[in-house]
């Protein structure tokens, strides 16, 4: 049985390094930080993990439909989404995580556009 990218490369406890380091260059964004105004980060930083350790293949799970009612009321257009796929995908390069396992995970990422944007134009 092959190795799961969320096991490759240390589990929670990086997955958890990674989405703080993600989430400080968010809330360095002006584009990105509004939309974080006000929020609970250590909730959303522990939620955040979870969800990019199931994109990895770890023990966490999610539905598209609870990430759509999350972002149900946010108004996330398409730049907005962008702009934080790019973060994330600096991220993962800080974390010298390989080329290939990026796409993979961008490409699950990008997968669920619809789910998050909701404001087009």
């Given at each position: 049985?092959?190795?799961?990218?969320?096991?490759?490369?240390?589990?929670?406890?990086t997955v958890s390094?990674?989405?703080s380091a993600f989430y400080d260059q968010v809330l360095e964004s002006e584009r990105l930080s509004p939309y974080f105004?006000?929020?609970?980060?250590?909730?959303?930083?522990?939620?955040?993990?979870?969800?990019?350790?199931?994109l990895?293949?770890?023990?966490a799970?999610?539905?598209n439909e609870a990430l759509q009612r999350a972002h149900s009321r946010l108004s996330i257009d398409n730049a907005a989404f962008d702009e934080a796929v790019d973060l994330l995908?600096?991220?993962?390069?800080?974390f010298?995580?390989?080329?290939?396992?990026?796409?993979?995970?961008?490409?699950?990422v990008m997968s669920r556009r619809s789910y998050i944007v909701t404001r087009k134009g």
């Amino acid at each position: 049985m092959s190795q799961s990218l969320f096991e490759k490369y240390g589990g929670f406890a990086t997955v958890s390094r990674i989405v703080s380091a993600f989430y400080d260059q968010v809330l360095e964004s002006e584009r990105l930080s509004p939309y974080f105004a006000g929020l609970d980060m250590r909730r959303l930083v522990d939620h955040q993990t979870k969800f990019i350790s199931a994109l990895m293949g770890g023990p966490a799970s999610f539905s598209n439909e609870a990430l759509q009612r999350a972002h149900s009321r946010l108004s996330i257009d398409n730049a907005a989404f962008d702009e934080a796929v790019d973060l994330l995908k600096m991220t993962f390069e800080d974390f010298d995580m390989e080329e290939g396992d990026i796409g993979i995970l961008m490409g699950e990422v990008m997968s669920r556009r619809s789910y998050i944007v909701t404001r087009k134009g």
